[in-house]
């Protein structure tokens, strides 16, 4: 337990230490913070996002975090003589920006594991691995998430062996960077709760094994629960000193919301108890996680909406299929690099129907985790048969990911009213061995932005972090190049899918807040609204498009609060 601790220390020892040198480059620490009355941002280059798309260069907003007026900086300087000022030194503000599918619990918990994204090959693993186990205790599990085969050179799944080899006697356990595969040593598949050999597959899964019929390491989805279970529980001092850690990651790049996909209760009592001390600089708009217990209960006991904001519960995530990086998304035809697997489907069309209808009678929103465009037809069809039995529904359900789709189906997400909430930095991540996977024709309907819009569908954008990295501003360069941050491929991966700045922009503000039932709240900068906005240190919407990524956020405000930097 002790080692523990002292890793959370380290942990939050090494994000105070970037957030301080991140303050530092920016150079706001002159910036008053108000206490008391009405206060005037001045001196500001602001974009609104409202339905004019309209600029302003002061806004007013008050003790409550009300906004009361935007407009001409002269004018409202005049106007209002006795606010509280706040030069932001001709600055570029926007509205506070919303992550509408990133794991804020799961970003936690991976913070507390050896961190292995951007590995480079198996010996790389085991280095990173190495070194992470000098924090833990002699009983502890070895933890690990971001492993990605498609990044070695050979891209192929891994056996146990080489965990075997590296940690003979303590159970290894690593999640694949999409959290839909893990890679286990001998030690932790002994822990299963069921023999993995012989030939059998569970359902929505697929157990990894040799010619004899022996488990080779590598789970993918559905079978990862055969060891999971096992899997030590985070303590709750390391949880805290994580949550510590991601909710500052998140702010200090300008994040004010997130919509967090698949909690339970216990997930969100942590969130409320962090509300009530004051620690919980964010709102959270959170989905339970399935239709089991945490749906039930939200059925019986109605919408969470926090007094104070920041959390809000009225939706559920459900999973038609895996991942395209470990074949376990769904496709109409097999994959094109693997002949007879066309992807796994968790559940039949009749049970993904059937579950989305238990939330639709309890008037509630329902997210489809679909990614194989065999999951997304399916996923569209259940969702049009139960919207079409609970018309009185509010709707504004969604399809998470919804990253391969065909010509028929794009433009059902319009007509059905089905919100596309798609990760921008997954088509620039995958684009290296995409094609590779879905062949020539498919991969045009893949990550498909612009056909979507094009279509009339509405787009909530997000990262999917902890699977990739929580800066938005990764995302919004994404949208509008189809490139890595090297440039790469010149012009654009499919460019005729890109999407403008300002689509890319709304996605991640009011887009992403109509999503979650809060435009009337958050999500532009308007009168009425509370005063969640961001400062940063260049215009977005004006700079090159290759300076996107390096754009620093200098602060951010929720509820006329400076929450980034922190005093």
């Known amino acids: 337990m002790k080692k523990r601790i002292l890793l959370a220390v380290y942990f939050f020892c090494v994000a105070a230490c970037d957030l301080e040198q991140t303050t530092q480059n920016t150079g706001n620490q002159s910036v008053p913070v108000p206490s008391a009355g009405e206060y005037l941002l001045h001196n500001a280059q ?23 007026e935007l407009g001409d900086e002269t004018i409202m300087l005049d106007a209002y003589p006795d606010a509280t000022r706040l030069d932001v030194d001709g600055k570029t503000v926007i509205p506070g920006l919303i992550d509408s599918h990133g794991h804020l619990y799961g970003l936690a918990i991976s913070l ?6 951007g590995t480079q090959s198996k010996q790389d693993v085991v280095r990173k691995l190495r070194e992470h186990e000098r924090n833990l205790s002699a009983d502890d599990w070895l933890l690990g998430r971001g492993w990605d085969q498609n990044d070695w050179p050979v891209k192929e799944f891994p056996s146990s062996k080489q965990l075997d080899d590296a940690f003979p006697d303590r159970p290894v356990w690593l999640r694949r960077i999409d959290g839909h595969a893990a890679w286990a040593n001998q030690a932790a598949l002994a822990m299963a709760d069921k023999d993995l050999s012989g030939d059998w597959q569970p359902k929505g899964g ?3 094994r040799d010619s004899s019929g022996q488990p080779t390491g590598v789970l993918v989805d559905g079978a990862m ?29 300008g994040l004010t919301g997130v919509h967090d996909p698949g909690i339970n209760r216990e997930v969100l009592e942590v969130y409320r108890q962090r509300i009530e001390t004051g620690r919980f600089p964010t709102r959270v708009y959170a989905m339970t996680d399935g239709a089991g217990a945490t749906l039930d209960w939200l059925c ?61 009678v309890c008037g509630l929103q329902v997210g489809v985790h679909a990614i194989g465009d065999r999951g997304n037809r399916t996923a569209l069809d259940a969702l049009e048969n139960a919207i079409r039995r609970y018309p009185e529904n509010p709707g504004r359900h969604r399809i998470e990911h919804a990253q391969v789709s065909t010509a028929e189906d794009v433009p059902r997400f319009s007509q059905l009213g089905i919100i596309a909430a798609m990760q921008p930095t997954h088509a620039t991540s995958d684009m290296y061995w995409a094609e590779q996977r879905l062949g020539p024709e498919r991969v045009l309907f893949a990550y498909a932005w612009r056909a979507l819009l094009d279509a009339g569908a509405r787009l909530a954008l997000g990262s999917d972090f902890p699977v990739e990295e929580v800066n938005p501003m990764l995302g919004i360069y994404a949208s509008v190049t189809r490139q890595d941050t090297k440039g ?20 991640f503000t009011i887009d992403a807040a109509y999503a979650g039932f809060m435009e009337d709240v958050v999500g532009s900068l308007e009168p009425g609204k509370r005063a969640d906005f961001v400062v940063l240190d260049r215009d977005i919407m004006q700079v090159p498009a290759n300076e996107i990524p390096t754009i620093k956020v200098l602060q951010t405000w929720l509820d006329g609060e400076r929450v980034y930097p922190n005093l």
Do not use: C
């Open 46 to 68: 602001i974009y609104t996002l409202d339905a004019d798309s309209s600029t302003s260069t002061a806004m007013l907003f008050d003790s409550r975090g009300v906004i009361k």
């Open 112 to 117: 507390s594991q050896a961190q292995l994204q």
């Open 206 to 208: 697929f157990i990894h």
């Open 225 to 253: 629960a055969l060891v999971e279970k096992t899997v030590p529980g985070i303590s709750p001092e390391l949880l805290q000193a994580s949550l510590d850690l991601a909710l500052q990651r998140m702010v200090s790049l």
């Open 300 to 360: 019986e006991n109605g919408v969470v909406d926090d007094d104070s904001g920041r959390l809000y519960m009225r939706s559920t995530k459900l999973y038609i299929d895996g991942a395209l990086g470990s074949r376990g998304a769904a496709l109409l035809a097999d994959y094109a690099d693997e002949s007879g697997n066309s992807g796994l489907l968790f559940m039949s069309a009749r049970e993904l129907e059937i579950s989305i209808e238990k939330a639709l």
């Open 488 to 507: 790469w491929p010149q012009g654009g991966w499919y460019p005729q899918q890109r999407m403008s700045r300002q689509e890319a922009l709304r996605g």
